[in-house]
C-alpha cells in the first residue's frame, strides 16, 4: 500500500497540482493538510472519478485536512479528542480497509508562533491532546500511523540553518519536548527508521529563493506504532515536486506499507 501525507496549501489554488500529481504517482492514500475549504465546497467530484473515496473535515480559509483512499474508509473521526471548544479542522482518522485493517491519522499541528504567546500556548494543549490519542492508539494495537505537517523540526540536521530557527514554535525546547514525549511511548518516526544525516527537507518558504538555496527544513512526518513499523517498507520525501509548476510550499513525503 503506497501512502502519501501532502500538505496542499489551498485545494482550490493547487486542484490542477494535485490532481497531476496524483495520475502520476497513484497513490493508494492521501493525507492532505491546509485544504482551506468547508466541507461543502471541496471538489470531491475530482477525485471520486479517480477512483477514490473522499472524507473532509474543512475550515472555510484556514486549516481543514483530509483523506483520499482506493480503499474503504470505515469509523471515520473528524476532531482532535479532548476539548470540545476547539473548531480548529486539524485531525482526521479513519480505518482504511486492505488485506489488512490500518488506522489512518492525518494532522494539522499548530504553528503555534509568535512564541512564547497564545498560539504556543495552543501548540503545546493540542500536542498534550495528541499524546493523549497516541496512548490511546498504543493500547489498542492495530497497526496505526499519525500522519501529516507536524510543524515541528525534530532536530537540528532537519533544518538547512537551525540556528535561525532556535526561538522559533517549530524548533523550541518545548515543542521537541512535547514531540519526544509522544515518541516515547514506543513510535516509529518512519522517515529516519531508514535515512540519516542532512539535507532532507519537506518544506521550502516561498520567499528568499528558498527552494533554489535549499533552504529547507523537514516538518512533515509518519509516526507508526510498532504493528505498523513492521509493515514498513520505505519511506521517502518527493521533493522533486516542489520545483514543479504553482507548487506548494510543502512536498509529499511517502510511506510504502506490506499490508
Not at 489488512?100 to 512564547?116: D, E, F, Q, V
Request: proline share 6%; charged share 30%; net charge negative.
Amino acid at each position: 500500500m503506497k501512502i502519501a501525507t501532502f500538505n496542499i496549501n489551498g485545494i482550490k489554488a493547487r486542484a490542477e497540482t494535485l490532481c497531476r500529481w496524483l495520475d502520476e504517482t497513484n497513490p493508494d492514500v492521501t493525507i492532505l493538510q491546509e485544504i482551506k475549504s468547508v466541507d461543502e465546497n471541496f471538489p470531491r467530484d475530482l477525485f471520486e472519478e479517480r477512483g477514490y473515496n473522499v472524507e473532509t473535515h474543512g475550515q472555510k480559509s484556514f486549516n481543514g485536512v483530509a483523506i483520499l483512499s482506493k480503499y474503504p474508509l470505515e469509523d471515520v473521526v473528524r476532531g482532535l479528542p479532548g476539548d470540545d471548544r476547539d473548531e480548529q479542522a486539524r485531525w482526521i482518522e479513519a480505518t482504511v480497509v486492505g488485506k489488512t485493517a490500518i488506522r489512518m491519522c492525518g494532522l494539522y499541528l499548530p504553528n503555534g508562533n509568535p512564541a512564547p504567546g497564545p498560539k504556543f500556548d495552543y501548540k503545546l494543549a493540542w500536542m498534550e491532546r495528541l499524546y493523549h490519542r497516541a496512548q490511546a492508539l498504543m493500547a489498542d494495537e492495530m497497526p496505526a500511523f499519525m500522519a501529516g505537517d507536524y510543524n515541528i523540526i525534530p532536530q537540528a540536521e532537519d533544518a538547512a540553518r537551525s540556528e535561525a530557527w532556535r526561538e522559533d514554535a517549530l524548533f523550541r525546547p518545548e515543542s521537541l519536548a512535547a514531540w519526544r514525549k509522544i515518541l516515547n511511548l514506543g513510535f516509529t518516526e518512519a522517515f529516519r527508521a531508514q535515512t540519516s544525516g542532512p539535507e532532507h527537507y519537506s518544506f521550502w518558504d516561498y520567499q528568499a529563493g528558498a527552494w533554489d538555496r535549499n533552504d529547507g527544513i523537514r516538518i512533515d512526518h509518519f509516526l507508526m506504532t510498532p504493528a505498523c513499523a513492521d509493515m514498513m517498507v520505505q519511506c521517502y520525501i518527493d521533493s522533486e515536486q516542489r520545483g514543479r509548476e504553482k507548487p506548494s510550499d510543502h512536498v509529499p513525503v511517502w510511506l510504502e506499507l506490506d499490508d
